[in-house]
């Protein structure tokens, strides 16, 4: 149950976010799998979703209010697991405490092509210890939030040499961190479909994964949330005037939560058409999406925002669709 500790602290840092865009509807709550089938599950949805968020979020990098020197890794600990998939990560992982071991280091990234691959324990940054800490501590992300902060502020500076610890054997990597926008994504369990940012992540749920038949898909929804980051959504001041202390009454008051959506849709194209991904694939998943949501096929209004049905947003998306063709073929910079 890690990514619910995970999404449980995201919960209680950032609060609900204005720009949650998903259903809520059909909750199936089920994760009764075997353990170490839900462990396989999640890794591979991890390495997925890394792999198209990297993309993104290099492609974009100009785009982006908040960018910075990455390595585009995502990074796990043993602590942060349950007592149930604790032992099995454990050993599949070599996880040890709050350190950091590498998760996903998506094709291209920095990481990946300093030989970083999962499996791998990281043990120091610039010859200095990371903090294992207490033995005991389980289900908790904080001791591990703290490692990967640590690591991010280096690497924002520049190039960073780890110890690294792979099947017993220890060796030193050298990295040279990329530009790119700084919003790490990160899935939640919860069996809903749901994807949001709180203007610093983003966030995908693992049933909004499957949605996703393939990288382009998963691109739409991804760049969606990116699109809310870089318009800055989540951070546009309320009627009480504090930043994204949105709620429906406010939503529904407010013009620029009823242009938030077909924005981020229209901006979140061109993201992902920017980043090499193909823009026609976002009319399939909306397709597919109101096929197994039946609660997409109509709009909704609810704190989160309003959301138009799918059928209405493919619609939306039709003239953006020609309009991004025709600069291909114009051979003009895909700048909306
Ligand atoms: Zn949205």
């Known amino acids: 149950m890690r990514r619910r500790t995970r999404l449980l602290a995201a919960a209680l840092?950032?609060?609900?976010?204005?720009?949650?865009?998903?259903?809520p509807a059909m909750n199936s709550g089920d994760v009764a799998d075997a353990p170490q089938a839900r462990l396989e599950a999640?890794?591979?949805?991890?390495?997925?979703?890394?792999?198209?968020?990297?993309?993104?979020?290099?492609?974009?990098?100009?785009?982006?209010?908040?960018s910075r020197l990455r390595v585009g890794w995502t990074l796990q600990s043993a602590s942060q697991y349950g007592s149930e998939l604790r032992p099995l990560a454990e050993a599949r992982y070599g996880l040890d405490g709050d350190l950091p071991g590498v998760?996903?280091?998506?094709?291209?990234?920095?990481?990946?092509?300093?030989?970083?691959?999962?499996?791998?324990?990281?043990?120091?940054?610039?010859?200095?210890?990371?903090?294992?800490?207490?033995?005991?501590?389980?289900?908790?992300?904080?001791?591990?939030?703290?490692?990967?902060?640590?690591?991010?502020?280096?690497?924002?500076?520049?190039?960073?040499?780890?110890q690294v610890r792979r099947h017993g054997v220890e060796r030193r990597i050298d990295l040279?961190?990329?530009?790119?926008?700084?919003?790490?994504t990160q899935i939640e369990v919860t069996g809903t479909f749901r994807s949001h940012t709180d203007g610093r992540h983003i966030f995908i749920s693992d049933r909004m994964v499957e949605v996703a038949d393939d990288d382009d898909q998963l691109a739409?929804?991804?760049?969606?949330?990116?699109?809310?980051?870089?318009?800055?959504?989540?951070?546009?001041?309320?009627?009480?005037?504090?930043?994204?202390?949105?709620?429906?009454?406010?939503?529904?008051?407010?013009?620029?939560?009823?242009?938030?959506?077909?924005?981020?849709?229209?901006?979140?194209?061109?993201?992902?058409?920017?980043?090499?991904?193909?823009?026609?694939?976002?009319?399939?998943?909306?397709?597919?999406?109101?096929?197994?949501?039946?609660?997409?096929?109509?709009?909704?209004a609810n704190a989160g925002g309003i959301y138009e049905s799918a059928p209405a947003r493919r619609r939306t998306l039709e003239p953006v669709l020609a309009d991004i063709a025709a600069r291909k073929a114009a051979g003009q910079a895909l700048i909306p």
């Open 13 to 23: 840092i950032f609060g609900s976010g204005l720009a949650a865009c998903g259903h």
């Open 42 to 66: 999640l890794t591979a949805a991890d390495a997925r979703v890394a792999a198209v968020a990297w993309k993104l979020a290099r492609a974009n990098a100009d785009l982006c209010p908040k």
């Open 220 to 300: 739409f929804v991804l760049a969606h949330e990116l699109a809310h980051a870089v318009l800055e959504h989540r951070s546009q001041p309320d009627v009480t005037g504090s930043p994204g202390q949105t709620n429906q009454r406010i939503t529904l008051n407010r013009g620029l939560s009823l242009r938030a959506e077909p924005d981020a849709d229209h901006l979140g194209l061109f993201l992902l058409a920017r980043a090499g991904f193909d823009p026609y694939r976002a009319v399939d998943f909306l397709t597919r999406y109101a096929e197994v949501n039946p609660a997409a096929r109509y709009p909704q």
């Open 103 to 162: 998760l996903a280091a998506p094709p291209g990234s920095p990481a990946a092509e300093a030989g970083l691959a999962p499996g791998d324990l990281i043990l120091s940054v610039d010859g200095k210890a990371l903090s294992r800490g207490g033995a005991s501590s389980s289900g908790s992300y904080e001791g591990l939030e703290a490692n990967i902060a640590h690591l991010d502020a280096l690497a924002a500076r520049g190039p960073i040499w780890l």
């Open 176 to 184: 040279a961190p990329t530009l790119a926008c700084a919003y790490p």
